[in-house]
């Protein structure tokens, strides 16, 4: 069964940061580019960053260049995003997914940055 999982979404203070994951199952995770997406209330998904197969290639939106990164380990075909000085514009669910041609949508997990 194809399925993505995402974890680890919270409330953080400005400034903080928080480490989401995302489980992949269901089909070949090393091969895919793999992706972080965003979807502020209100507002489209938004792609935040993505990591090839190999992890040789990775992109980040320019809202978040420079305070996330995003990993993954295909051991256990797991893709990380390690966000760090978060601002309340990050707020949002996010959402992981192949770069292209995405799969079902997991349910996300939610960040929420506020004082």
């Known amino acids: 069964q194809v399925q993505l999982v995402e974890s680890g979404g919270g409330l953080v203070q400005p400034g903080g940061s928080l480490r989401l994951s995302c489980a992949a199952s269901?089909?070949?995770?090393?091969?895919?580019?793999m992706a972080w997406y965003r979807q502020a209330p209100g507002k489209e998904r938004e792609l935040v960053a993505s990591?090839?197969?190999?992890?040789?290639?990775?992109t980040y939106a320019d809202s978040v260049k420079g305070r996330f990164t995003i990993s993954r380990d295909n051991v256990k075909k797991t893709v990380y995003l390690q966000m760090n000085s978060l601002k309340p514009e990050d707020t949002a669910v996010y959402y992981c997914?192949?770069?292209?041609?995405?799969?079902?949508w997991g349910q996300g997990t939610q960040v929420f940055v506020s004082s």
């Open positions: 990591i090839t197969g190999q992890s040789s290639t990775t």
């Open positions: 997914n192949k770069a292209i041609n995405p799969i079902s």
């Open positions: 269901g089909f070949v995770f090393r091969i895919y580019t």
